[in-house]
């Protein structure tokens, strides 16, 4: 009588997804690995704490097939094969969904420009080591043409600036950024960088500071409600704050 035997491959490729996000990854395990040891390392990826997860098995065609829910038992005793995917619930209401992929929440380490430009081990070092980009050596004419450019654009902003006048409603409109509205408080030159600015105190805390740049105080306002931008991304007319439709019994 002939004999037969089962070979199954050791390892199995899966999809990974989470209820904590809305992204996926491709993950390659040992079928050898307890489901214990499976879910510490899902914990990193997924972010869910191993004590607050379950682990559901499903087919290519998104049928429900397994929970692996015996922490002792091996990978391979479940019916999981490559292609189909291990989905992370997460149950665990100190963590919520979009926790790990909200930017915003991330602090983020910003080096002054000053700082910046001493560095020699930098990108910007190493052009003007090189003479590159704008360091690059140009004749007389050319520099005689960008000094008369960079001439009409300030006279340009100047008078952008001074046809903004303090106490007018406005709108402010930048690259990749919602309009915001409030009043003009400000405008002149600022200590902080070059050229003319508008300072402005945003009827929402939309902003970035309380009308102080580096220690000086250019206007009053609540914190994160003012911002200062260019002449050109402002626009003053009859802009009334906005009804964010709530009524007086509604707060």
């Not at 007018?168 to 902080?192: H, I, Q």
Request: contains cysteine.
């Amino acid at each position: 009588m002939t004999e037969f035997s089962v070979v199954t491959a050791p390892v199995v490729n899966v999809q990974i997804t989470s209820s904590l996000s809305s992204f996926g990854s491709e993950k390659r395990f040992d079928k050898s690995l307890t489901i214990g040891a499976l879910k510490m390392k899902l914990e990193l990826i997924t972010g869910c704490p191993t004590a607050h997860m379950d682990l559901q098995v499903f087919t290519k065609d998104n049928k429900l097939v397994a929970t692996m829910n015996n922490n002792d038992a091996l990978l391979g005793s479940y019916p999981v094969d490559d292609g189909m995917r291990i989905h992370v619930v997460n149950k665990d209401p100190s963590v919520q969904v979009g926790d790990f992929e909200d930017v915003s929440k991330v602090e983020k380490y910003e080096m002054k420009d000053e700082e910046y430009e001493k560095k020699q081990d930098s990108v910007l070092a190493w052009k003007k080591r090189n003479k590159l980009g704008r360091f690059a050596e140009k004749s007389e004419e050319e520099q005689a043409r960008e000094e008369e450019e960079r001439k009409q654009k300030e006279r340009a902003e100047e008078e952008a600036a001074k046809a903004i006048t303090v106490g007018s409603r406005c709108e402010v409109r930048t690259a990749n950024a919602p309009a915001k509205r409030g009043e003009v408080v400000y405008v002149g030159l600022t200590d902080f960088k070059p050229g003319w600015w508008v300072g402005v105190k945003y009827d929402e805390p939309l902003g970035k500071n309380d009308g102080s740049v580096a220690g000086k105080k250019y206007f009053e306002c609540p914190p994160k409600y003012g911002g200062f931008v260019k002449p050109a991304f402002v626009t003053v007319g009859d802009f009334p704050e906005e009804d964010f439709g709530m009524d007086d019994d509604e707060m």
